[in-house]
């Protein structure tokens, strides 16, 4: 998936979940009894350890020194045996959960397979679940008739760029900044109000100063390609516009692309489209260069401009704000407060594009936005082209098509995700689950609360500032239970939200100071409850740990307890906290990829910088966390942390490290990779499994790798270090 650059779609995404705010719970005492003669120094036999233990050994490549490249060693097996799918840009244990939650899915709503639950025998409500199991149904049905859509041809597609451009001047002189800026404004929002965002982006984000207010944000968009660098790259730039004039021949020219025997050509695009395609793309590439860094974007404070409309129409006065505002907003509905603006440069800089743009380009461009965001909906002669740069940017061959199903399970999770979100719980999230990722994420707290103390650096007000916020960090749990609860037929009847459970993800949202774990991440090889606790410490513990530093790392810190852009940081404790950052910033900033063109790609190491400190700050606590209750209760009475078979020859502590790289073993293509570091906050999974223990004491002394070994450098770096 592209990252988008709107911040406010985090929040949003965070704000709409009202997940179960976890307690512990007794069913841990009746899993540390379950088998009381697995003693730490036991050997587990069953299906399930044996099972484990042969999948850790896939993975791994032994014969490879751990201290020289720890991926290798722990992942060598993984890299050298799996094979990305032909349809794929990478292939990793994301999209086997992935994966796995969308087959899932398509057995519920697929009645084909002869899967689908019954819902009177499931539900307290029957009648509101059959309901909602029939909208499953039938929206996949609509989407896997591939030949009704293919007879409906470019007519939707049509209809809705007409209905879009019907008030937008044709064939006029002058520039955009000397027309009618009302009809723009319109333009914009019923282009918004069809999900597609132009050149800016106007979005519901809770109000940085206040957690309890929502505002609308303003943020900039409506790039076609991934990231701004994109368009510095001429091969790149030249298969864009190839596309474009491709894709304004198939929807507009006289022929209808399904009468052909083969598939369209650049000999086949008119002049006409082709003049467009190359409008198109300046202007896009003149948005790439009046946009605003990514680093600047996901910076909590820079991107916090609060305006009036009036003072964001003094800057941008081509656009009637206004309209544009009250067009997008629900009928009855008006804003009084002021809109957050991610970049007010940015909408100065857009006045002077508007300036220099001619009416007709906009129009084009519009067209294309529109084509781009609804032309996948049509059926597969129509989208070719899409598919073709789509691939190609990604690394896959464009012959390679993806099975229609996957397509229509995503229109499903991206529409009504919590409806199946309901079924999909119900097997695949039980109550021990939640209550063991509880505990560990407790314990993970308990030992920052141990750690924040005994840094040096963190002055007593601010330590008292970070020790309020993390108690008053609140856990989500699995699935919404409130507005909709995703256990409830009946509310989901009444309500669709973002983000369903079976998401395969997890974060912290700052905005409210909680950490958020969908059920759809709880599963293997991310958490397993019958598994030694030194795996899934490793795994989901580091996870966990991760996103609790989210609260504390280079944009959390600027968040105080109730979620509110508060600073609570002494000016001493933030010059040490951005020094001991930097050395970060550098360290990952030396690490590179290789591109499709076989050269090294810098990772950018500030961009990085919050995901770095996390996965860090993460691996380093879950450790603790982990040794503390191993040494609470060294026989494993309580517990468990006995032995996998195979698997004796190494320490619980060696596991520990091996199951956490286990989670980012990962292969990329080359394409995959470039776009990540041009777009993504996270860094390539090899980084993120060495740049992690390059700057663990804790892992150079589990393997005995001498200083100075690649894996065990003289210079680490550290935030969280604690005594």
């Known amino acids: 998936m592209v990252l988008a650059t709107k911040i406010s779609l985090l929040v949003a995404v965070s704000l709409a979940l009202s997940l179960v705010q976890a307690e512990p719970i007794p069913i841990l005492k009746e899993r540390a009894s379950k088998d009381p003669s697995l003693s730490n120094k036991a050997t587990c036999k069953t299906p399930h350890c044996v099972t484990a233990a042969r999948e850790i050994l896939d993975d791994m490549n ?35 959960l992935y994966d796995k939650n969308n087959d899932a899915i398509r057995e519920i709503v697929d009645p084909s397979f002869g ?16 309901a909602n199991l029939q909208k499953l149904q039938d929206l996949y049905a609509s989407c896997i008739d591939e030949s009704t859509i293919l007879s409906a041809g470019r007519k939707p597609l049509l209809d809705q760029i007409s209905s879009i451009l019907s008030a937008f001047p044709s064939n006029t002189t002058g520039n955009v900044g000397g027309g009618d800026k009302t009809v723009l404004a319109k333009t914009l929002a019923h282009l918004s109000n069809q999900g597609i965002s132009g050149f800016v ?21 409506g790039l076609g ?8 790259d001429a091969e790149t730039i030249k298969l864009y516009e190839s596309t474009i004039g491709q894709m304004f021949q198939v929807i507009f020219g006289e022929e209808d692309v399904t009468t052909r025997n083969q598939t369209l050509t650049d000999a086949d695009v008119k002049q006409e489209w082709k003049d467009v395609a190359k409008a198109v793309v300046g202007f896009e590439t003149q948005l790439a260069e009046i946009g605003t860094e990514l680093v600047d974007l996901y910076d909590p404070i820079k991107s916090n401009n609060p305006r009036t409309v009036d003072q964001i129409s003094a800057v941008t006065p081509s656009i009637d704000w206004a309209s544009f505002i009250s067009g997008v907003l629900p009928s009855g509905v008006t804003n009084t407060r002021p809109i957050i603006v ?9 006045e002077s594009l508007l300036n220099t743009t001619t009416p007709q380009t906009l129009r084009n461009y ?19 082209p899409l598919h073709t740069l789509s691939a190609t940017l990604s690394g896959v061959s464009p012959d390679t098509i993806t099975p229609r199903w996957k397509h229509c399970v995503s229109v499903i999770n991206n529409n009504l995700g919590d409806m199946a979100g309901h079924y999909y719980i119900q097997t695949a999230f039980p109550g021990a689950n939640r209550a063991f990722t509880v505990s560990i994420i407790d314990s993970i707290l308990e030992s920052y609360k141990k750690t924040f103390p005994t840094l040096t650096w963190l002055d007593k007000p601010t330590l008292s500032g970070a020790m309020e916020k993390l108690t008053a960090i609140v856990k989500l749990m699995g699935y919404s239970t409130d507005s909709p609860g995703v256990s409830s037929s009946a509310s989901l009847q009444k309500k669709k939200l973002p983000n369903p459970p079976q998401t395969v993800n997890a974060f912290y949202n700052p905005f409210t100071n909680q950490i958020v774990f969908p059920a759809g991440i709880l599963q293997r090889p991310f958490f397993e409850v ?12 580091v996870v966990a740990g991760h996103e609790v530093t989210h609260g504390f790392d280079k944009m959390g810190h600027h968040f105080d307890s109730i979620g509110r852009i508060h600073n609570w940081w002494t000016n001493a404790t933030e010059k040490a906290f951005t020094e001991k950052a930097q050395c970060f910033v550098n360290q990952y900033g030396n690490f590179t990829i290789k591109g499709p063109d076989r050269k090294d790609h810098n990772v950018n190491g500030q961009l990085t910088l919050g995901e770095n400190i996390a996965d860090n700050g993460g691996l380093k606590q879950s450790f603790r966390a982990w040794q503390s209750r191993l040494q609470s209760d060294p026989s494993g009475k309580k517990h468990k942390n006995f032995n996998l078979p195979g698997l004796e020859r190494y320490t619980p502590s060696q596991l520990f490290f091996i199951s956490y790289a286990r989670v980012w073993c990962s292969k990329e293509r080359p394409e995959y990779l470039v776009n990540l570091i041009r777009s993504d906050p996270h860094s390539p999974s090899k980084w993120r499994i060495n740049g992690v223990v390059q700057n663990s004491p804790e892992f150079a002394n589990a393997f005995q790798c001498k200083v100075g070994s690649a894996m065990n450098p003289v210079k680490k770096c550290e935030v969280w270090k604690g005594g």
Do not use: H
């Open 366 to 384: 519009i067209t294309w936005l529109t084509i781009s965001n609804s032309a996948p909906n049509l059926g597969t002669p129509y989208r070719q």
């Open 342 to 350: 991610s970049s007010p440069e940015y909408l100065t800089r857009l």
């Open 225 to 232: 390609l991934p990231a701004r660098e994109y368009y510095q």
């Open 115 to 130: 899967k689908q639950p019954i819902p009177s025998k499931i539900d307290p409500d029957p009648a509101a679940a059959q």
């Open 201 to 221: 982006s106007l979005d519901v984000s809770t109000d940085p100063m206040d957690p309890l207010i929502n505002s609308l944000s303003l943020s900039e968009d």
């Open 530 to 541: 019958e598994s030694p606790e030194y795996v899934n410490y490793g795994e989901f513990g």
């Open 62 to 96: 032994p014969k490879a020194d751990p201290c020289q490249d720890f991926s290798q060693f722990a992942c060598g097996g993984f890299y050298e045996k799996r094979a990305i799918a032909a349809d794929q840009s990478a292939f990793n244990y994301f999209q086997v």
